[in-house]
């Protein structure tokens, strides 16, 4: 990937940015305010994705449904429990402002 195509993706991307990329836009001067903006928001759902799924794990335990993507049930019970907590899809933006 070259720079330019990078700077390219960033603004689409809804997966957090590696640490050291970050430093690295930020020697370089193209770290901005809205992308900032946007990483701190895709680390947040990840974040938010990440402990639901934990906890959807734990809670699919205690109920004994076998946690697989090939079980039906446990993928019922994990599309319900997000729609519960009210997690959004994940989606490629638009840009840093707007979503697709």
């Known amino acids: 990937?070259?720079?330019?195509?990078?700077?390219?993706?960033?603004?689409?991307?809804?997966?957090?940015?590696h640490d050291g990329l970050v430093?690295?836009?930020?020697?370089?001067?193209l770290w901005t305010a809205a992308i900032a903006r946007r990483n701190r928001r895709n680390i947040d759902l990840v974040t938010r994705y990440c402990e639901a799924n934990q906890r959807a794990i734990e809670m699919a335990d205690d109920r004994r449904i076998w946690v697989s993507s090939k079980n039906?049930?446990?993928?019922?019970?994990?599309e319900n429990y997000k729609r519960e907590l009210g997690?959004?899809?994940?989606?490629?933006?638009?840009n840093l402002q707007g979503e697709l």
């Open 72 to 78: 039906p049930e446990w993928l019922e019970f994990w």
């Open 87 to 94: 997690l959004p899809k994940f989606k490629k933006f638009l």
């Open 1 to 17: 990937m070259t720079r330019q195509s990078l700077m390219e993706e960033i603004p689409h991307t809804f997966f957090p940015l």
């Open 23 to 29: 430093e690295y836009l930020k020697d370089l001067g």
